[in-house]
C-alpha cells in the first residue's frame, strides 16, 4: 500500500487517557464479563457439557498474530481455507462444514453476530480486525444450539477489549517486513457508577505479492476506532443495573485479488501476480453500535437486553473474466473463467488455447479480446434484538442454570454491481467500455428472522446434563432488478420460508476430581437461499469425549460424527465455480458424512517450559452423486473438499515471566480443493514454523520480536479463487509495547 501511516488518532487517544485521573471503582459486578463471552475462561470450558475452547489474552499475546488463520490454528476442529496469506478474509470451518468466507459458522463479535448478513448472505466479507481481539470462544456440538443459527459445526466468538476495572492503557508499536507498520492504543478506566474505553488501531502493509510490470502492490491498510461507555447503579442498589454503549467504526483499503498462478508459474516465483491483476483493489468501511442492558433481579435471576446494529458497505474492483471474440460472429464475445484459463494451461501445456492463455498472462496484446473488472459494490445492514433471562433455582437435589433467549432480527445485503472491459496493450490495461452500474448484479437478499432458546444446565452430584431447545422462524426474499439496471422496473422477486425445532442434550461425568466423561447429540441447522427449492441444511451430530484436568496439564479427547440430511452448497466467486449473475445461489448437496477425532493437550511439563498441542483427524465423504456449480460433478463417496485429513499443531517454549522464547510447529495434510481430487485439485502437505520471542524490561516497557514461516516454506495451500495460492513467505516483526 502506498499511503501514510496515520497516528493521529492514537496521539489524541494517549493526550486523553494521560490526562485522565485514573480512579479505582469501589467494586466491578462480575458480569462485566459474562454479558459478552459465552464460555468465561479456559477452567469453565473443562465443565462445559460440549466441545468448548478459550483461546486467551495471554494466548494470542505470545506471537502478536494479526491474522486469525494463524491463531485459530491451535483449536482443534477448526479448518482453515487461506486465500491472501494475510487473514483479510478468513475462510473458516468448524468439524466439516464449508469454510468458505466463514459461511457455516455462526460468527460473533462479544455475543453479537457480526457477519455482514448472517441469514441472508452468510459470507463474511467483514471480518473484525483481529489486531484488537482480545480472546476467541468455540463451540461445537450440542453446546451451541444457544448461538444459532448455524448449529451444524457451531460458534466462534471474538471477544474484543473490555472496560478496564481500573485506569490503565497501553501502546504497542510494531515495524516488520514489507513495509509492514501497525499501531495500536487503548486506554479507559472505572469509576463507581462510570466506566469507558478508548480504542485505536492502525495497521498497513505493502504486501508480499509482485503485480507483473507495476512491483509490490499487493497490501492494505486497516484502521479502527472503538469507544465503549458504562453506565451503572451502585453495587449495593436493591437491583444493580447496567447499560453499556459500544461504538466501533473501521476503514479498509486492500490490493486484492482472485487471480492465482499456473503451477509451472507458481513454481518459478509464487508470489507473482499476473499483470490483469493491476488495480484490483477491496475497499470496506464498517460501522456498529451495540446498546447492553443488564438487571440483577434478584439473587436467582438475572435479564440481559442487547440491541445492535451493524452497517457495512464494500466495493472489490477486481478482474472478473477473459472474453475471448467469436471470429466467426464479430462484435460476439464468448466469456472464459480464469480458472478455465488456469485449468487449459495446467492440464494442456503446450496446446494453441494454452499458449495463447499464457501470452495474455503474461502480458502481450489482447486485441479484441477483452478483460473485464467487476466492481462488487454491495451494502450490508445486520440488526436486532436479542434478550436473555437467566434463572438459577434448586429441586431437590437438582440444581438448575435456565437460560431462556429470544432474538428478533433481520438483514440485508444490497448488490449494486458493475462490469468494465479492458484490453491489453503493451503489457498495460486500457479502459475501453467503463460498463453501466447494475449490469454485473442488481438485487437485494432480505431476511427476517426470529429464534428461540431453552436450555437447562442441570447439576446433579457429579453428572450435569444439558437439555435444550432451538427454533428458527426465517424468512428469505431476493428482489431482483437485472433487467433494469436503474430499479426503474418491477423487480423479480422470489421468497422462501423455514421453521425448524433444534433440540440438543449434553451430558458430563466428573469420575473423579480430575477426569471427566462427556456426551452429546443435536439437530443442526443452517438457513437455506431463497429459492422455494432449497433446502435448509440440515444433520445429527454426535460427540463423546474424556477430558482429565490435573495439577501440570489439562487434556481433552473428542470424538465427533456428523450425518448430513442435506448439505447446502453456495455459490460464490471465491470458489471458483460460479457465475456472477449467480453468487450467492445456494443449492442442495443431499447425504454426507463427517466424522473424526479431536485432541488437547496443555500444560507446563516442567518450570517455565510451557507446551499446548492440538490434533485433529477428519474423513469426509459425500452420501449422493449430483452435478453442482460450485464443486463440479460429485460422486459419492468422495471428499468435501477444503478438510484436511490430518492437522495438528505444538506450541513450546520458555516462560519464565521475565523473558521468553516460544515456537508454534503447525502440520496439515494435503488436502482435496475439489471432490474429484484430480490432477491440480490437491493443495500440497506443509509443515510451518514460527517463533516468538518478549523481554520485559520492567512493568511498562516489553520488546518483542516474531519471525512468521522460519523456513520460508512456499507451498500451495490453495486453489481457489483462480488458481494456485501461497501464503505468506518468512516474515520478520520488532515491536515494544508501554503498559500504563
Given at each position: ?35 459478552i ?19 486467551t ?40 462444514t464449508?469454510t ?9 463479535e ?148 482472485y487471480?492465482g ?25 464498517h460501522?456498529?453500535v ?131 472491459f ?70 423479480s422477486?422470489?421468497?422462501n ?32 437461499g431463497?429459492s422455494?427449492?432449497d433446502?435448509?441444511e ?34 460464490t466467486l ?9 453468487e ?64 495438528a ?26 471432490p ?27 520488546f ?13 495451500v ?23
Open positions: 500500500m502506498k499511503s501514510s501511516f496515520h497516528f493521529s488518532l492514537v496521539a489524541s487517544a494517549v493526550t486523553l487517557g494521560l490526562a485522565t485521573s485514573p480512579v479505582l471503582a469501589e467494586e466491578t459486578s462480575s458480569e462485566d464479563i459474562e454479558t463471552t459465552i464460555i468465561g475462561d479456559s477452567s469453565h470450558a473443562l465443565k462445559v457439557a460440549g466441545s468448548a475452547h478459550v483461546v489474552e495471554a494466548e494470542l499475546e505470545e506471537f502478536k498474530y494479526s491474522d486469525v488463520n494463524r491463531a485459530m490454528r491451535q483449536v482443534p476442529g477448526v479448518y482453515i481455507q487461506l486465500e491472501d496469506g494475510l487473514g483479510l478474509r478468513p475462510n473458516i470451518g468448524l468439524r466439516g464449508g468458505s468466507r466463514t459461511g457455516r459458522v455462526s460468527l460473533m462479544d455475543g453479537v453476530l457480526i457477519a455482514p448478513a448472517p441469514y441472508a448472505a452468510s459470507s463474511a466479507y467483514y471480518f473484525p480486525t483481529f489486531d484488537r481481539i482480545t480472546g476467541i470462544e468455540v463451540l461445537k456440538g450440542p453446546a451451541s444450539i444457544q448461538y444459532g443459527p448455524f448449529t451444524v459445526g457451531g460458534a466462534v466468538n471474538l471477544i474484543s477489549r473490555q472496560i478496564p476495572v481500573e485506569g490503565q492503557g497501553q501502546l504497542k508499536l510494531e515495524k516488520g517486513q514489507h513495509e509492514e507498520l501497525h499501531g495500536y492504543f487503548y486506554y479507559g478506566d472505572s469509576y463507581e457508577n462510570f466506566g469507558y474505553l478508548i480504542e485505536a488501531n492502525d495497521h498497513q502493509s505493502d504486501g508480499f505479492k509482485t503485480i507483473d510490470r507495476l512491483g509490490q502492490e499487493t497490501g492494505f491498510e486497516k484502521r479502527d476506532q472503538i469507544v465503549k461507555l458504562r453506565f451503572n447503579t451502585d453495587a449495593d442498589a436493591a437491583i444493580y443495573q447496567q447499560l453499556d454503549i459500544k461504538l466501533q467504526n473501521s476503514h479498509e483499503v486492500s490490493d486484492q485479488s487471480v498462478l499456473t503451477d509451472a508459474d507458481f513454481a518459478v516465483d509464487p508470489y507473482r501476480m499476473y499483470g490483469i491483476s493491476a488495480g484490483d483493489q477491496f475497499t470496506g468501511k460501522e456498529q451495540v446498546l447492553s442492558y443488564f438487571a440483577d433481579l434478584s439473587d436467582s435471576l438475572d435479564l440481559h437486553v442487547t440491541a445492535y446494529d451493524n452497517d457495512f458497505a464494500r466495493n472489490w474492483h477486481k478482474t472478473g473474466k477473459f472474453y475471448m471474440e467469436d471470429t466467426a460472429n464479430p462484435g460476439s464475445f464468448n466469456s472464459v473463467s480464469w480458472s478455465s484459463v488456469v485449468g487449459e494451461i495446467n492440464t494442456n501445456p503446450g496446446s494453441a488455447l494454452a499458449n495463447y492463455y499464457q501470452s495474455i498472462l503474461n502480458g502481450a496484446d489482447s486485441g479484441n479480446d477483452l478483460i473485464d473488472k467487476v466492481d462488487g459494490n454491495r451494502a450490508y445492514m445486520n440488526r436486532g434484538i436479542q434478550t436473555r433471562l437467566d434463572w438459577n433455582f434448586m429441586t431437590g437435589n437438582f440444581e438448575h442454570d435456565l437460560k431462556l433467549g429470544i432474538r428478533v432480527h433481520e438483514d440485508e445485503a444490497d448488490r449494486f454491481q458493475r462490469r468494465s479492458y484490453t491489453q496493450e503493451n503489457g498495460q490495461l486500457v479502459l475501453v467500455d467503463p460498463g453501466v452500474w447494475g449490469d454485473a448484479g442488481n438485487r437485494i437478499d432480505s431476511a427476517e428472522a426470529n429464534s428461540y432458546y431453552l436450555i437447562d444446565t442441570i447439576t446433579w452430584g457429579d453428572w450435569t446434563f444439558t437439555p435444550g431447545v432451538r427454533y428458527e422462524d426465517v424468512d428469505l426474499k431476493r428482489e431482483d432488478w437485472s433487467s433494469a439496471p436503474d430499479r426503474s422496473a418491477t423487480p422477486v422470489r421468497t420460508s423455514v421453521s425448524e425445532v433444534l433440540p440438543g442434550f449434553g451430558a458430563l461425568w466428573a469420575i473423579n476430581d480430575t477426569t471427566s466423561v462427556l456426551m452429546g447429540v443435536n439437530k443442526g441447522f443452517a438457513p437455506p431463497s422455494a427449492d433446502k435448509p440440515e444433520s445429527w451430530n454426535y460427540e463423546l469425549g474424556l477430558r482429565f484436568s490435573g495439577s501440570q496439564y489439562s487434556s481433552e479427547l473428542i470424538a465427533f460424527f456428523s450425518d448430513y440430511d442435506n448439505l447446502l452448497g453456495e455459490c471465491a470458489n471458483s465455480g460460479c457465475d456472477i449473475n449467480n450467492g445461489d445456494k443449492f442442495n448437496g443431499g447425504e454426507a458424512e463427517v466424522r473424526g477425532v479431536e485432541l488437547m493437550v496443555a500444560g507446563e511439563f516442567k518450570e517455565n517450559w510451557p507446551a499446548r498441542l492440538s490434533y485433529t483427524f477428519t474423513e469426509t465423504e459425500f452420501g449422493s452423486s449430483f452435478d453442482s456449480n460450485v464443486w463440479g460433478a460429485v460422486e459419492a463417496g468422495q471428499p468435501i473438499p477444503y478438510i484436511p485429513e490430518n492437522q499443531q505444538l506450541i513450546f517454549g520458555y516462560d519464565n515471566q521475565k523473558w521468553s522464547l516460544l515456537a508454534s510447529v503447525n502440520y496439515m495434510d494435503e488436502l482435496c480443493t475439489k474429484a481430487c484430480g490432477p491440480f485439485q490437491r493443495t500440497d502437505e506443509r509443515t510451518l514454523v514460527d517463533l516468538a520471542a518478549e523481554y520485559h524490561t520492567n512493568d511498562v516497557v516489553t518483542f520480536a516474531t519471525i512468521e514461516n522460519v523456513t520460508d516454506e512456499d507451498t500451495i490453495a486453489r481457489e479463487p483462480y488458481g494456485a495460492r501461497p501464503d505468506k513467505p518468512r516474515t520478520a516483526k520488532i515491536g515494544v509495547k508501554l503498559d500504563f
